[in-house]
Structure formats: structure tokens, C-alpha cells
């Protein structure tokens, strides 16, 4: 980089930038910095921060990348603030993760704050002996302090696609799970497993004993935090029942943070890679209703042209967190990286990231 004597420039002077303005300095920016940029893109990133990623995908498998490339001293994580934090965690000592904006964080993430799961544990401990029964399972959709968490009790990460074979892991250790921050992933896998209805509790953070008898915590296996994404949780029956109708032999597939009625009505459920596999090779003319965020189906149906793909909703569904990474706040990061200057650094205190790597490891064992 630079060796210049300048402060970083505000975001505010890239806001009035025309697109083929941004686009030109972004892409300068990366050709100056070369080797020792590694630009990675979300799959529900908008367009026009796409363009610019070296690699695109989920969140884990970006934080894995960014590891593998040690050579790369800078990452540009264009996602939401716990994907920069696991890049952080995963990350070589020597290697910088960048947040384009700061205020792009998860509203399904911030519905499970440290001191809700450390009352949670606490409380679950004045009912039954919580280190020898509870298995604590953490989404990585979570911040690194939850993460940190489950390593530190035995806990574990998982993702959408190995939500099972992590919860197979966890009851074979002990008795019960406590499952958060997102209460559908659970509830979907572990329908699938054919876990009994009886045998899960929904934890509310806001109410004693999160809204459970003493005996349904001591006969529940799977403990369900009260959480949810915001774009799934907008999918409903009815817009399956509309696709099926309006498009016969239309195939749904969705995430499976959608709802349980969404998914028990779809035809295939699975994360975003499994969704964008299947819909890439299906045959030409097949006709495929799509239930996960906007920005990804649309880039789905100009990719897939041969196919028919339709966005499940009559509703706009952006993340609209993932959505304040725009165009000028890569430009912002880049090209003050490129004069020397490390905007939005991305630090994981040493201790949380020591116990967040062993739940991510354990994991990734799994896997």
C-alpha cells in the first residue's frame, strides 16, 4: 500500500458518485492492491458489489476461503458483521478482515444476546444439570461471543446443510440441545429426524423459565430458541399454494429457516449452495418458485435463462442488512486500503476467538 500522510476519506464523499464512477474506482483500487486484496462477495449481496468478488458464497465457506489464501494480508468481506467475524476467527494471525459498513449486522444474529443465553443456561441449570445433559448448538448466522460460547461448554457450530449431523453429534454426547438463535432450522431438521413434537420447547428469552414449566424442560430433547430470519420468515402456505396453482409442475424449493408449513409444503429444502446446485442443473424449461432472499433469485433467473425461476413472494425480501453494503461503501473501503489506510477492521478478542475456532473445529470434524 501507499505510505502517505492523508486520514481516510468519509463515505459521504463516495455517496454522490455515479455507478460508472464507483464501479471504475473500485475496480482501480483492487487492480492497485493486487495480491494482497481477496474481495469476498455474499450470495445475497447486491449486483454491483458482486461484480467485484474474487469469490462468492455462504458465509462459512467465504470465512474458509479467506483462511486457505494466507498470502492475502486484506479481506474485504462484503456480508454482515458475524461473517466478518468467523473470516476473523478462522483467519491467519497476519490477515485483515474489513466490513465495508459497520451497520451491516443480522437481525436473527442480534435475537440472542450473551447475557439471554448466559440467563438462559443459569436458569435451565436451577432445573436439571445443564453441563452433563445440555448440548449447546450454535447457527453460525451468530455472533463470535455466542460462538465462543459453545466452545466453552461443549457446544458446537452448525450450518444450514450439517444442522443434522451436528444435532446427531450433540445427542450422542448428551441428552438435550439447546438450539439457537434461529428456532426453524431446529424445529425443520429435526422433524426430519422424526424427533416427537412433545420432546421440543421454544425458549423465550423475555419470560421466566423461557415460558416453560419445570417439567417440560426436564422432558424436552430439543430446546428451540424463540428466533427467526426476517426474509424467511416472510415466506408463507399461501404463496406455495399460488405457485402450484398458477404454475403446474412448478417445483418449490426453500431454506430451511423458511417456516415449517413452508417447507412441509415444498418439494426440496436446503441451504443457499444446495438451492443454487439444484435450480443450475435442472433441465431447460423446467419451472422452479424459489423461497430465499431477493437479491439471489433474481440473480438466479439472469444466470438460469433457459428456466423458468420466480421469486415465492409478492413482497420484496432483501436482507436489508446485507443490503447496506452498496456500491460506495466498497469503494470507501478500497480505496482507502489502497492509500494505506485499514477502514472497519474486524477484531475478534483473542480469548472469544480461542473458544469459537474449537466449536467451529469440532464442526467442521463433523462435517
Known sequence: MKSVETVPRPVADFQALTPEELFARTAAAKQALGDRVLILGHNYQRDEVIEHADFRGDSLLLAKLAAARAERPYIVFC???????????LSRSKQTVILPDLAAGCSMADMAAIEQVDECWDALA???????TVTPVVYVNSAAVLKAFCGEHGGITCTSSNARAVMDWAWARREKILFFPDEHLGRN???KMG?????????????PNGGNS???VRKARLILWKGHCSVHQMFQPAHVDYFRKKYPGVKVIVHPECHEEV???ADLVGSTEFIIRTVSSASAGTAWAVGTELNLVNRLKREQADKRVFFLSSTVCQCATMFRIDAPHLC??????ADGHVVNHIVVPDDEKAWAKIALDRMMAVS
Open 79 to 89: 456480508g454482515v458483521h458475524f461473517m466478518a467475524e468467523t473470516a476473523d476467527i
Open 126 to 132: 436451577r432445573i436439571i444439570p445443564v453441563e452433563e
Open 189 to 191: 431438521t429435526a422433524n
Open 195 to 207: 424427533l416427537p413434537r412433545d420432546a421440543m420447547i421454544v425458549w423465550d428469552p423475555f419470560l
Open 214 to 216: 419445570t417439567e417440560a
Open 263 to 265: 417447507v412441509n409444503r
Open 332 to 337: 470507501w473501503a478500497m480505496e482507502n486500503l
